[in-house]
């Protein structure tokens, strides 16, 4: 600044080119960000198998609760509302082969359903309890999300496998 308060040409000059050059590195950064990001590993199709640790999972079913009305056959206070606004409730029945010799272990926090680009949800209810399944054996397991209703290639997240897709049937039901 000059001793009137005003900045100095030079001064201006220098402001003028420096947002503009802020701006641009902040697009290049994101967009490197975003190229280099890494890819999402696509999921197996509905209906095809995945390798889990121990075994293969096949999703069996994906069902809209309110297209059937569906109840545990214990009531569970995690079911005794509807989902949340901008929720829908699906029901997720999953076989598990084992097919390691150690066997494979159903632990269903180990399981999330993910969206393209917008989060991972974990199960409100879910059957049995963690187990065991010796190999050759299977566990037919029954997992209830809350999902949104406007989420996009839904993943069920297997650990040690590339995830089941969900397919679009589960935005049946008034959804």
């Keep these: ?62 069902i809209p609760v309110e297209a059937d009305e ?6 569970s206070p995690a079911l005794d509302g509807p989902p949340g606004e901008g929720l829908h409730r699906v029901r ?16 269903p926090s180990r399981y999330a359903v993910s969206g393209l680009g917008s989060g991972s949800w974990d199960a409100v209810w879910f059957s049995p309890a963690p187990a065991t399944a ?17 989420a996009i290639d839904l993943t069920l997240e297997l650990p040690g496998g590339p995830g089941l897709a969900l397919g679009p049937g589960h935005h049946r039901g008034g959804s």
């Design 1 to 62: 600044m000059t001793l009137t308060g005003m900045a100095s040409p030079a001064a201006l000059r220098r402001t003028r080119l420096l947002v503009p050059m802020l701006l641009l590195a902040l697009v290049v950064s994101i967009a490197v960000g975003a190229l280099t990001a890494a890819p999402r590993t696509p999921p197996v199709l509905l209906g095809a198998s995945a390798d889990v640790d121990g075994g293969l999972a096949r999703i069996q079913g994906v």
């Design 70 to 75: 569906w109840l545990p056959p214990v009531p």
């Design 92 to 107: 997720i029945m999953l076989e598990l082969t084992a097919m390691e010799e150690d066997g494979l272990v159903f632990d």
């Design 134 to 150: 010796r190999q050759g054996e299977t566990v037919d397991a029954v997992l209830v999300f809350d999902l949104p209703d406007r």
